[in-house]
């Protein structure tokens, strides 16, 4: 029985597998360079639809269409620039899986190195201060806690 | 000694006290983050078109109706287009709103019947009611691509100058309508501008 359920399983699973390579199934271009370039710019840009996809890996209807598109851009001449140009100028930058380094997306770009940076200014304020007391401890006694010790010791009792 | 003396606490200074706010601080942070990410809706892409002319097309009528659309009808009066397609399930809520308007003769209503065929989309039309003056037939999507439709329904103000004032998202609800587009169509029509 336990043959039986693993072999369901493992069909199933194999099922599912095929299914992920039958996304990109639309007619490639006839030169295989080109047909490259225009995979790169597929990866490149994000499907509106299910917008966390690229195109490439997209199976809506419209990024089928954008793969096509990106496709005769490049038949006819576009760099790869151009093409990628030739969709922002109709969905925006949002369509860029990389957003551009702009002022609007300023903090995005360096929002990572700006947390590095408070993390580890942080860690080093705290470091600095358990270090404080320690370096207190060790220190010799000022002339000041020196003449109060004594006191304490002769009169047996504070002041 | 005093019960005073031993607690760790009463030696606590003020950069103690500062420290202790951090973890309240934090959380206040992220609710902030996600108070305002409630009313977000990241299914609505922002058109780069808007305050540009509309994008340059020719589309054919849909077989047996007359009247395609074409860049310059947009010319000559403010003018509302909406993408549909008989396939799309949402685009039957918005009708009823479009024959409303149709009846009520306020502003022209163009279709950009998107990726649909065309005895379909005559049939959706005499089943649900025909709201538009002139209805284009974009059989591949490359003018909807064009005007940077990536759902369907879609619905642009247009200008009398032939520029896009604004883009509802999603189906046009009578709240949409009130608020948002009618204020604008009538600011239009007047000769000022509109921004929704």
Known sequence: ?159 | MSIEANDPNSEETPRRIWLRMVPLAVALLIGGFLFVGLNLRPKEIPSVLIGKDVPTFDLPALPGRPKGLKSADLKGQVSLVNVFASWCVSCRAEHPLFMKLKAQNIVPVHGLNYKDEGPAAIGWLQRYGDPYDRVGADLNGRVGIDWGVYGVPETFLISAEGRIVCKHIGPVMERDLQEKLLPAITALQKGGTAKC
């Open chain 1, 1 to 159: 029985m336990p043959f039986m359920r693993n072999l369901i399983t493992m069909v199933f699973v194999l099922g599912l597998a095929g299914s992920a390579w039958a996304v990109a199934v639309d007619k490639p271009m006839d030169d295989p360079v080109l047909e490259a370039r225009a995979r790169v710019i597929h990866k490149q840009l994000r499907c509106l639809v299910c917008q966390n996809q690229s195109i490439e890996d997209s199976n809506a209807s419209l990024a089928r269409d954008l793969r096509i598109l990106v496709r005769d851009r490049i038949e006819a001449g576009d760099s790869d620039d151009e093409t990628i140009r030739y969709i922002v100028d109709r969905y925006g930058d949002w369509v860029l899986l990389k957003p551009p380094v702009k002022s609007g997306t300023i903090f995005l770009w360096l929002g990572p190195v700006l947390f590095l940076a408070l993390a580890v200014i942080f860690i080093f304020l705290w470091y600095r201060r358990r270090q404080t007391p320690v370096a207190a401890v060790n220190a010799p006694l000022s002339h000041d806690e020196q003449a109060r010790l004594k006191s304490i010791l002769d009169n047996g009792d504070r002041g």
